[in-house]
Nanobody, 119 residues
Framework: QVRLVESGGGLVQAGGSLRLSCAAS????????IGWFRQPPGKEREGVSCISGGGGSTFYSDSAKGRFTISTDNAKNTVYLQMNTLKPEDTAVYYC????????????WGQGTQVTVSS
């Protein structure tokens, strides 16, 4: 069964850091991309970052560049999103999702993890 499970969300103060995890099962990250998305309350879901199958390429939204880092631990079949210098506008439910390539249609969504940044 193909499955993605996010973890690592929580409540932090502005300027703080969190590391989100996306554990994949049922497929290998050597051949599938993982993207991070977020949905603030009352707003549309937006892409945050993506890492290609095998970890060869990474992509970031303008808001994430310079603050967030995506990485893969292939031995654990897990993708991480290190989020530094968090801002209140980063508050959202964060989801990871698999796709054949970064930028292509999502195959499977995780359940989401809440990130709340206080001012």
């Amino acid at each position: 069964q193909v499955r993605l499970v996010e973890s690592g969300g929580g409540l932090v103060q502005a300027g703080g850091s969190l590391r989100l995890s996306c554990a994949a099962s049922g497929f290998t990250l050597d051949y599938y991309a993982i993207g991070w998305f977020r949905q603030p309350p009352g707003k549309e879901r937006e892409g945050v970052s993506c890492i290609s199958g095998g970890g060869g390429s990474t992509f970031y939204s303008d808001s994430a560049k310079g603050r967030f880092t995506i990485s893969t631990d292939n031995a654990k079949n897990t993708v991480y999103l290190q989020m530094n210098t968090l801002k209140p506008e980063d508050t959202a439910v964060y989801y990871c999702a698999s796709s054949n390539r970064c930028g292509s249609s999502v195959n499977v969504w995780g359940q989401g993890t809440q990130v709340t940044v206080s001012s």
